[in-house]
């Protein structure tokens, strides 16, 4: 659901941009008073744990895939706050490092997936959990309205920028998201359910939980050359109705379409590009985690 740099044009770019700096500025203050915060230890894994399953593409349906998003992992491993900054450091990542989103769509792909995804969702997950939903089905409804949420918001976005009529977009994106969001919800419960069982079977280790989606990322970056060569959602849809292309702005990727350019393996030089990716997700996060945990008194 990565929006790139050319589906996006106009006012609609600076506008998301302020949009989805506010949101991040927001869980940020919001994780800073928070009184649960994870260890920067797990806040970094579940993060780096994102960043490669959204390499891993599945087949949906008439040659299209899609991929976790992973909104509503963040929120039931992290809390909002720290989901909604673990999905935007994902987001840069891809963006700078990997040409995965365009830079000028950067805002709005953090408002889409981390703001309305981890941050919205997530708050009405807690309150149907806080109701007595069952947890597990509140998290697969939620995981599930997560992406139709972003879906109908890129729908917006690409329609404001003039790139296709509103009318004919937004159709289409429910309609292939919404297989993708039970995908996401699935994926979502299972990865979940892993990591809350890791826990509990290693309570004494209190990194349990890290040390669990920090090997998971990494089995995800190592089968990642098996991932589906299908377009995703929004690409599918794109290619559908012949969506216009503006000059956005984007800069060159060090790890073009997840390639280590200086490994000759294409299968090998995807797990690198992943591994590498993981690593830099997992370096940032650490770093926040830590700055997140810092009170006016010294560390949490």
Do not use: W
């Given at each position: 659901m990565h929006i790139p740099a050319s589906m996006l044009n106009g006012s609609v770019c600076s506008v998301t941009l302020v949009a989805?700096?506010?949101?991040?500025?927001?869980?940020?203050?919001?994780?800073?008073?928070?009184?649960?915060?994870?260890?920067?230890?797990?806040?970094?894994?579940?993060t780096a744990l994102i960043f490669a399953l959204q390499m891993l593409n599945?087949?949906?349906?008439?040659?299209?895939?899609?991929?976790?998003?992973?909104?509503?992992?963040?929120?039931?491993?992290?809390?909002?706050?720290?989901?909604?900054?673990?999905?935007?450091s994902v987001l840069a990542v891809q963006a700078f490092f990997f040409g995965d989103?365009?830079?000028n769509a950067l805002g709005a792909n953090i408002l889409n997936m981390a703001c309305i995804g981890a941050g919205?969702?997530?708050?009405?997950?807690?309150?149907?959990?806080?109701?007595?939903?069952?947890?597990?089905?509140?998290?697969?409804?939620?995981?599930?309205?997560?992406?139709?949420?972003?879906?109908?918001?890129?729908?917006?976005?690409?329609?404001?920028?003039?790139?296709?009529?509103?009318?004919?977009?937004?159709?289409?994106?429910?309609?292939?998201?919404?297989?993708?969001?039970?995908?996401?919800?699935?994926?979502?419960?299972?990865?979940?359910t892993v990591l809350h069982r890791a826990e509990k079977q290693w309570s004494s280790h209190e990194h349990a939980c890290a040390v669990g989606a920090a090997a998971l990322a990494i089995v995800a970056a190592s089968v990642s050359p098996f991932a589906s060569g299908f377009p995703d959602g929004l690409e599918w849809v794109a290619e559908k109705l012949s969506f216009a292309a503006?000059?956005?702005?984007?800069?060159?990727?060090?790890?073009?379409?997840?390639?280590a350019t200086f490994i000759n393996n294409p299968g090998l030089s995807t797990v690198i590009a992943g591994c590498i990716g993981s690593g830099i997700v997992f370096a940032c996060t650490f770093a926040i985690g830590r700055m997140l945990r810092t009170t006016r008194t010294g560390i949490v």
């Open positions: 989805g700096a506010a949101g991040v500025v927001a869980a940020a203050l919001a994780a800073r008073t928070a009184q649960e915060k994870p260890s920067p230890a797990r806040f970094a894994a579940v599945y087949p949906v349906q008439d040659g299209t895939s899609g991929h976790m998003v992973g909104a509503m992992l963040a929120v039931a491993l992290l809390g909002v706050p720290f989901a909604v900054i673990s999905l935007s989103g365009g830079v919205l969702l997530g708050f009405v997950f807690h309150r149907a959990v806080k109701v007595g939903v069952p947890h597990t089905a509140a998290l697969a409804v939620a995981s599930f309205l997560s992406v139709l949420a972003g879906a109908a918001v890129c729908s917006i976005q690409v329609a404001m920028s003039g790139a296709v009529e509103f009318g004919r977009v937004m159709p289409a994106m429910l309609s292939v998201h919404a297989v993708i969001g039970l995908g996401e919800a699935l994926l979502t419960v299972a990865v979940v503006f000059n956005g702005l984007d800069i060159p990727a060090i790890f073009p379409d997840y390639q």
